[in-house]
């Protein structure tokens, strides 16, 4: 399996010819190439840098075959396409263009008491990478690849290298970047790296690059 990184939480993974997208949102400049070339998206939750409506409600649209997975607050706007979308919950195991998706975790991390959490779910594929969406939601399942999110309003350093620690990968990738410039990337990787607070690197994979995994 192969990562690609697009910008903030939007990854691709391909095998076998076969390509799915992660969280394209608006945060993410590439997200319509990143669905066009996909046979199917993931979405872990509504937010608009995870989640752009607009744009997948034209993919589905133009392309009949294409399948959208996520929550049911995300995909139940598309209840008469129900060939096209699934609502999907903690607990499931689907097949999605020839991966194993495995679903954790139910809701968005906090971000303030006065904010309203969402549903929030997690997907890890090939019993091998774990995207969190925002969360720090720990699977009851052995995870290599962890994908980490480094910023936002609901993110904690201290929280990030505990969550590293209780996941245990054999290897940390981060995502949810756009609100730290490099310096603040490169911190951020020092911090959560062995020798510091965790005992796996926080490699930063530049976007556009692509990467093995599994």
């Known amino acids: 399996m192969e990562l690609t990184k697009h910008a903030h939480a939007c990854v691709?993974?391909?095998?076998?010819?076969a390509r799915i997208v992660i969280d394209p949102g608006t945060f993410t400049p590439d997200a319509a190439d990143a669905v066009a070339a996909a046979e199917a998206v993931l979405?872990?939750?509504e937010h608009f840098d995870h989640f752009d409506e607009e744009l997948i409600a034209r993919a589905l649209e133009a392309r009949p075959g294409l399948r959208v997975f996520g929550p049911e607050s995300v995909v139940g706007r598309?209840?008469?396409r129900p060939g096209q979308v699934r609502a999907v919950a903690a607990g499931e195991r689907i097949d999605v263009a020839g991966?194993?998706?495995a679903v954790?975790?139910?809701?968005?991390?906090?971000?303030h008491r006065d904010i309203p959490r969402v549903p929030n779910v997690g997907y890890l594929v090939d019993s091998d990478l774990y995207h969190p969406g925002d969360a720090y939601h720990v699977p009851d399942a052995?995870?290599?690849t962890l994908l980490l999110?480094?910023?936002g309003p609901w993110t904690n350093l201290g929280q990030a290298a505990d969550y590293v620690r209780e996941v245990a990968p054999q290897r940390a990738i981060q995502i949810h970047e756009v609100m730290l410039s490099e310096i603040g990337q490169q911190s951020t990787a020092r911090f959560l790296s062995p020798g510091m607070l965790t005992t796996v690197p926080l490699t930063i994979v530049p976007i556009g690059d692509t990467v093995a995994v599994g």
Do not use: C, N, R
């Open 12 to 17: 691709t993974l391909a095998k076998d010819g």
């Open 149 to 151: 999110p480094t910023s």
């Open 142 to 144: 052995a995870v290599g």
């Open 43 to 45: 979405i872990t939750h």
């Open 78 to 80: 598309w209840s008469g």
């Open 99 to 101: 991966f194993d998706v």
């Open 104 to 111: 954790f975790g139910e809701l968005h991390a906090s971000i």
